[in-house]
């Protein structure tokens, strides 16, 4: 395998990937293209276009009409959505967990300002999250996610800059760690919409 091949393939597997086509027929469809090159002696660009456009014949010739309904034209579905937000706030809530933990400890303290302005960032991350990815296809639910995340932003800048900074408690900082792990298992639930 050449690589250039071996570029092309590489990323004809992350759009397809992307397009939420199943690890069977990713499989099936890349052999089929080395084996109509080996015998051709074509490269995979001038047999079958790039990656991006024999992802989208792949996915217009191989996917179900009735699984295709359910896409945007991107190929998404609104569970990959709901997995793109659940990800970067899973992902969000581990690294606070883990750098509240290295920097204050176990317990660190619980404030006022603290409290409310992590959990306007809380919703306002997968706001940001939703309102990027459905802005591909649904504009006004994109524009509602988005005043909703101005607005949880805004929210969290005035919580934590005019709210209390005394102690009132402490809170462990490990569950913030599991709040992101369980977040990013719930989005291999969620999502992608097909088995990969």
């Excluded at 071996?6 to 890349?30: C, F, I, K």
């Excluded at 709901?82 to 404030?111: D, E, K």
């Excluded at 939703?130 to 005043?147: D, G």
């Amino acid at each position: 395998m050449t690589n250039a091949f071996a570029r092309w393939d590489a990323q004809m597997r992350l759009e397809l990937a992307a397009a939420s086509v199943d690890r069977a027929t990713a499989d099936t469809v890349l052999a089929e293209v080395a084996q109509h090159c080996a015998e051709s002696g074509e490269t995979p660009e001038e047999a079958f276009g790039t990656p991006k456009e024999y992802a989208v014949a792949v996915v217009r010739e191989r996917v179900p009409v009735e699984e295709r309904a359910r896409r945007d034209r991107d190929g998404l579905t609104r569970a990959d959505d709901v997995f793109a937000a659940l990800t970067t706030t899973g992902v969000t809530a581990l690294l606070t967990g883990a750098y509240l933990w290295i920097s204050t400890g176990i317990m660190p303290p619980l404030t006022a300002a603290g409290l409310v302005g992590t959990t306007f960032t809380a919703v306002a991350l997968p706001s940001a999250s939703l309102a990027l990815t459905v802005s591909r296809h649904r504009l006004r639910t994109a524009a509602a996610w988005a005043v909703v995340a101005l607005v949880s932003v805004v929210s969290a800048a005035v919580a934590f800059t005019t709210l209390p900074t005394t102690d009132f408690g402490r809170f462990p900082s490990p569950a913030l760690c599991a709040l992101g792990i369980a977040l990013l298992w719930s989005a291999t639930r969620t999502g992608p919409t097909t088995e990969r």
